[in-house]
């Protein structure tokens, strides 16, 4: 299933207006978009806001699951991730989205230690139970942490990046998801962007843009960037996959699609900064599945280029 990632639509990354961004919602929802993934940290409530906004104008029967996150508007200290805090963030994100019960909330990439805190989970079983929100889950850095989250008996999904540039979730955690009856939201699925076959040798990014002032993990998490992948190399592994790309198909939807065959993913979440963006995307559910020679070769460019740089790191 083909969601929509709103990031974006913080405008924490170049600037997309709230006509813009009620837009693209629009268009996504309307060519069969029915998750959208956000954060209480994108745009500083802006993304939530926005999407509270534009369920209302749909009414009540909406039928659209929207996922948040929270606790990176403070220090990354462990401590900070307990139940006052739980109920703040909780409280400010139900304002931002206009609902009582948020669909699911995901711990926002936190500390390694609190994957396996029993006081944490105790906290998200408590707001499970005072119907503040329906389901958890968590959003990682590595594979050891969803491994460490997919373990815990309520976690309902686990978000991780997963693109045809990063493929270690592939070894242990989907399959590890699909035994626990835990769901895989693929984040970063077009790599901030190399997975669209639209950057060369000189495109360059806005100062604002984080593919600009993250290269080597300034701001975040490197691995959020390009999926960790130096750009240079990305460029060639792209250029390689590119052939594989059906007729009529875009670079984007091949690599969406690409997720979406792979066992145990539950929904891919690209972002899009038009509608024209969030509609091709859409589409790439209607693609037909990939061939066994299309998803060899995928693995080949992995392995000859990929690998040797990032698999031991995420």
């Not at 989970?121 to 050891?144: F, N, P, Q």
């Not at 270690?168 to 699909?178: D, S």
Request: aromatic residues 8%.
């Amino acid at each position: 299933m083909v969601g929509l990632g709103a990031w974006q639509l913080g405008a924490d990354w170049g600037s997309v207006s709230e006509d813009d961004a009620l837009a693209v919602l629009a268009t996504a929802v309307d060519a069969g978009v029915n998750f959208i993934d956000t954060a209480d940290v994108y745009g500083d409530g802006r993304s939530e806001t926005l999407i509270g906004r534009f369920l209302r104008e749909r009414g009540a029967d909406h039928g659209i699951t929207v996922a948040t996150k929270m606790g990176r508007r403070v220090a990354q200290e462990a401590a900070n991730y307990n139940m006052d805090n739980f109920r703040a963030w909780n409280d400010r994100s139900r304002a931002n989205l206009g609902v009582d019960t948020l669909d699911l909330v995901q711990l926002h990439c936190p500390p390694t230690e609190v994957y396996s805190a029993e006081a944490v989970y105790d906290a998200l079983d408590t707001l499970v139970e005072e119907k503040r929100i329906a389901a958890y889950g968590v959003s990682v850095e590595t594979c050891d942490q969803a491994l460490t989250a997919i373990a815990r008996p309520h976690v309902a999904s686990v978000q991780i990046i997963f693109n045809a540039l990063r493929l270690k979730p592939l070894e242990r955690v989907l399959p590890a998801a699909a035994a626990a009856g835990v769901g895989i939201i693929a984040r970063v699925p077009l790599a901030s962007g190399l997975l669209s076959g639209r950057y060369d040798e000189h495109t360059t990014f806005a100062a604002d843009d984080h593919r600009t002032y993250n290269r080597h993990g300034e701001a975040f998490d490197v691995g959020e960037t390009f999926s960790g992948v130096d750009f240079a190399t990305g460029l060639a592994a792209v250029r390689r996959l590119a052939p594989l790309v059906p007729s009529g198909a875009t670079m984007a939807q091949f690599a969406l699609r690409w997720i979406i065959d792979q066992p145990g993913v539950t929904v891919v979440i690209p972002g899009a900064r038009n509608p024209e963006q969030a509609r091709a995307n859409a589409a790439a559910a209607d693609l037909p599945a990939l061939l066994p020679d299309q998803l060899r070769v995928v693995t080949e460019v992995y392995d000859d280029l990929i690998r040797p740089q990032i698999h031991h790191r995420w």
